[in-house]
């Protein structure tokens, strides 16, 4: 049986929406910014991650900055060995991606949108995991564990690559900045949330 959307709550999600943006826009330049020097760029995650679950579980009424900052310096302190190797994977993921992408032959351009497809499904890994460590930090929670959470139901995968390819396409759509201003912040929030409910 339907839901129905009532004006009530579609003014509720819109409300809801406004109150985010604030917190978004900063937390994409902060994850921007500290992803600068490339090998950081899955701390900063891990940092993007761990404060939009807090700012959700606060009701918004943290500090966006404090709240990465925070997070990102613990994060940097426990797991940083681990992290500079899945960055640099991470970045091989994409180099290969692009360079494929430029060579003219239908091998090659299937191959890029197969890295491109492995990038956006460690991403969503590392958002388990990330949660997993966040929720149970006594329980270790490899790679491989995380992506048994992560794979175990296929509406929830499915789920979550929907959402995130309907994010890209619309802020693509609207143009490249958006997706630049708030692009990576959103994703992660939305992502998130199926995380959250699936953990639950």
């Avoid at 921007?32 to 950081?40: G, Q, R």
């Avoid at 900055?65 to 500079?84: I, L, M, P, S, Y």
Wanted: positive net charge.
């Amino acid at each position: 049986m339907r839901t129905k959307v009532t004006p009530q709550r579609l003014n509720q999600a819109l409300l809801t929406g406004i109150n985010w943006l604030p917190h978004l826009l900063v937390l994409q330049g902060m994850w921007l910014l500290y992803s600068l020097p490339l090998i950081t760029s899955t701390t900063a995650s891990r940092a993007l991650i761990e404060t939009l679950t807090e700012l959700r579980n606060d009701g918004l009424v943290a500090s966006s900055k404090a709240h990465f900052q925070q997070a990102f310096h613990q994060q940097w302190a426990t797991r940083k060995g681990q992290d500079r190797l899945l960055s640099l994977f991470f970045l091989l993921l994409l180099a290969d991606s692009f360079i494929f992408s430029r060579l003219q032959h239908p091998l090659f351009q299937i191959a890029s949108y197969e890295l491109a497809f492995t990038f956006g499904l460690f991403c969503l890994v590392l958002l388990y995991q990330t949660r997993l460590l966040h929720t149970y930090p006594q329980q270790p929670s490899s790679l491989f564990y995380s992506f048994y959470q992560f794979a175990r139901s296929p509406k929830r995968v499915l789920a979550h690559l929907l959402a995130t390819v309907t994010l890209v396409l619309t802020f693509l759509l609207f143009g490249p900045v958006y997706l630049l201003v708030l692009g990576i912040s959103t994703l992660y929030l939305v992502n998130v949330l199926l995380c959250d409910q699936a953990l639950k």
